[in-house]
């Protein structure tokens, strides 16, 4: 059999060490990828993606040097005995960080630079960044100076300046972990009509949903190792709870399937799918038409006490004519979570900024810790709020992580070198970057980088935490490490104001949540009231999570569903503990 006529690329008893003396990254790894196949690589922080996806466009080893064992096919060519100029024409790689990518100062410059380079048409890289523009939603910020857009106006851009290179195999390494819930939706199916077009895509993640019924492979990797690679169905039939134990974030749909497993009940296949879900519940007999699922209503109860914060109608414009708010109210009071949700380019980051002072208020008011915004002084207000940048690179000033850590530290009067020691093993410890203290934070993994930027943050005792994208580039394990210190953080007293994409998030540990969509706030509210708000949702470019999607499904079968059901976990305690008093 001809390989490269039916593989788009094979792997053949790989392994790799980046040197010899760290020990080996990827071990043994066999597998292929059909041409016009769409596969997604799944795997806890830390288990060797971004290294493996590094392989097919000969980065590794052409570049990263490193001693490579084994044979990497792409159609059919033995990617060390090809150039890396050759191999660009064939694989498409969007980074983790695409900002690293970019060559060029504009937005529609970055896209044409790749075809320029391989000599396309004129008229042929012209049509193809309008079309990009457009395919991506960029088209409003062609002049854009690339450092200029917001962290999901990046990841499209790189996915745009990729593809404008046509190439046969295209590498996403977390293409949306920074994109607002419809803008992930809609790479899906950008990813479904490139794979229609026979392009072989790999599609690197750290969150699964049911989009993934639609991949063709599934391969899981931990420690560098191929634990388990197949078709969605039989792969999480067979390996769900152990790829659910690496910390993988399953759909919603999955979750109760293997919760349905674990109390005895046989399934002959995962349901994915919410369809397939509802199927399974009401095969079961576990939902039943004219039954109630009724859980306890969640109550906020807001702090009596004047905000720590509170800013009236705040209009805000960087100077361009384009106005980035449009007239926000927000109150913040003291200890709670308030999670600011809405599509890239809302408005959030720029209202972080303003909390704490990089942006100035210079129309509308705004009231920090008892008086207005313009009498505070930077450095002074810092010991009143802190913010995790949305790309924490943007914060870091050392050349190793420890010395990052002492440097928040000694900035907060921490100087005893016993009292610094203790205190930065404790924060390497809370989130495991006790391996990479040594590494130079722009070296680290993006999960690695919001771990440190966290850790900056947390010294000293802020009022008010702000956590910009809190848990991007993390697994499931690492967010809930997060998301527990930010809960005991709130439990002292301090505010915590959560920017985030992620409605299980919402759904899960937020107080209160507001809605900002073209500079503007559509909702103030708890979020079980948010999801029942289809319009308010759909204005602001979000999404219910799978499980509320299920739920409002339900309602239309007849099922009365009553109060806030936060996860899988209440969900499947209520339907069984229905069962057993039937």
Request: hydrophobic share 40%.
């Amino acid at each position: 059999m001809n390989e490269s006529a039916v593989f788009s690329a094979v792997f053949k008893d790989v392994s790799y060490s980046y040197h010899e003396e760290d020990g080996t990254v990827l071990k043994n790894l066999d597998f292929s990828l059909t041409k016009g196949s769409f596969n997604i690589l799944v795997g806890p922080g830390g288990s060797g993606k971004s290294t493996l996806c590094n392989l097919f466009n000969g980065r590794t080893p052409h570049l990263m040097g490193g001693k490579l064992e084994g044979e990497v096919l792409i159609e059919g060519k033995s990617t060390a005995d090809s150039e890396m100029k050759d191999l660009a024409c064939r694989v498409g790689y969007v980074f983790q960080d695409p900002e690293s990518m970019f060559a060029t100062l504009s937005v529609e410059d970055e896209i044409a630079f790749g075809p320029e380079n391989l000599l396309f048409e004129k008229q042929e890289i012209l049509d193809s960044v309008e079309d990009l523009l457009d395919m991506t939603g960029i088209e409003e910020y062609r002049h854009n100076l690339v450092w200029n857009l917001s962290g999901g106006q990046i990841q499209k851009l790189g996915l745009a300046s990729v593809l404008a290179m046509k190439p046969e195999i295209i590498i996403l390494d977390e293409p949306t972990a920074n994109l607002d819930p419809t803008a992930t939706r809609q790479v899906h199916e950008l990813i479904l009509k490139l794979k229609s077009e026979g392009i072989t895509i790999l599609l690197v993640t750290r969150e699964l949903d049911d989009f993934v019924s639609q991949a063709d492979q599934i391969l899981v990797l931990h420690k560098g190792e191929l634990i388990g690679k197949g078709n969605p169905y039989d792969l999480l039939l067979e390996k769900g709870e152990e790829i659910d134990t690496l910390g993988v974030w399953l759909p919603e749909t999955v979750e109760i399937g293997l919760g349905l497993m674990a109390a005895g009940y046989s399934l002959e296949r995962m349901p994915i799918t919410i369809k397939e879900t509802m199927e399974t519940l009401f095969s079961l007999g576990l939902i039943k038409e004219g039954e109630s699922i009724k859980a306890p209503h969640k109550v906020y109860e807001q702090s009596s006490g004047a905000p720590l914060i509170s800013g009236k109608d705040i209009r805000f414009s960087y100077g361009n004519g384009l106005y980035a708010l449009k007239g926000i109210s927000l109150d913040i009071h003291p200890g709670e979570m308030l999670a600011i949700v809405g599509r890239n380019g809302a408005g959030k980051s720029t209202t972080a900024k303003l909390l704490i002072g990089l942006n100035k208020c210079k129309e509308g008011s705004l009231d920090l810790f008892g008086k207005p915004s313009g009498k505070w002084k930077v450095p002074d207000l810092a010991n009143h709020i802190s913010l995790v940048f949305q790309n924490p690179e943007h914060q870091f000033l050392t050349d190793t992580v420890s010395d990052e850590i002492d440097y928040s530290l000694q900035s907060h009067g921490i100087f005893d070198k016993n009292k610094l020691a203790e205190e930065r093993e404790k924060l390497l410890q809370m989130l495991e970057l006790t391996e990479v203290k040594d590494d130079h934070p722009f070296s680290l993994s993006a999960g690695n980088k919001r771990r440190l930027g966290v850790a900056t943050m947390l010294v000293g005792d802020p009022k008010v935490l702000i956590v910009d994208e809190p848990t991007y580039g993390q697994d499931r394990e690492m967010t809930r490490t997060l998301m527990q210190i930010m809960c005991a953080i709130q439990e002292r007293g301090v505010s915590i104001v959560m920017i985030s994409h992620d409605m299980r998030l919402v759904e899960e540990y937020a107080d209160r949540v507001a809605v900002f969509s073209e500079g503007l706030k559509h909702f103030d509210g708890v979020p079980t009231d948010l999801f029942k708000e289809p319009e308010i949702l759909k204005t602001a470019y979000l999404q219910q999570t799978l499980l509320n999607q299920m739920l409002g499904c339900l309602k239309e079968k007849g099922i009365n569903v009553e109060g806030h059901i936060p996860g899988t976990e209440s969900f499947l305690k209520i339907i069984l503990k229905n069962r057993e008093a039937a």
